[in-house]
């Protein structure tokens, strides 16, 4: 079993800059595949970024491939989103998530492919 929580949201302007984390519980961290998601009002939730078990591959959804960057520590069992130039339609919940296979390198985009999943935390872009 696995337990995430997000931190780092808030609101910015545009152009500006956020970092969120995920702090994950569980011995085995460093052997999870992980990923953000977001959803907005009134949108489903999509897929952002992921990053596998060692952080040897990582993937981006177009909208914010260049401005985001996704990244592990696994001494301190963290996944980071760094998001750069915001821009007012990056604004949602953003989560993290945690597949529970281990040692996985594959392109994870489903939500369903996930099986542990935050609370979400709130980031608001202001133009």
């Known amino acids: 079993q696995v337990q995430v929580a997000e931190s780092g949201g808030g609101l910015v302007q545009a152009g500006g800059s956020l970092r969120l984390s995920c702090a994950a519980s569980?011995?085995?961290?460093?052997?999870?595949?992980m990923g953000w998601f977001r959803q907005a009002p009134g949108k489903e939730r999509e897929f952002v970024a992921s990053i596998s078990w060692n952080g040897g591959s990582t993937y981006y959804a177009d909208s914010v491939k260049g401005r985001f960057t996704i990244a592990r520590d696994n001494v301190k069992n963290t996944v980071y989103l760094q998001m750069n130039s915001l821009k007012p339609e990056d604004t949602a919940v953003y989560y993290c998530a945690a597949k529970g296979a281990k040692y996985y390198s594959g392109y994870l985009y489903r939500i369903n492919e996930y099986d542990y999943w935050g609370q979400g935390t709130q980031v608001t872009v202001s133009s």
């Open positions: 569980g011995r085995t961290f460093s052997s999870y595949y």
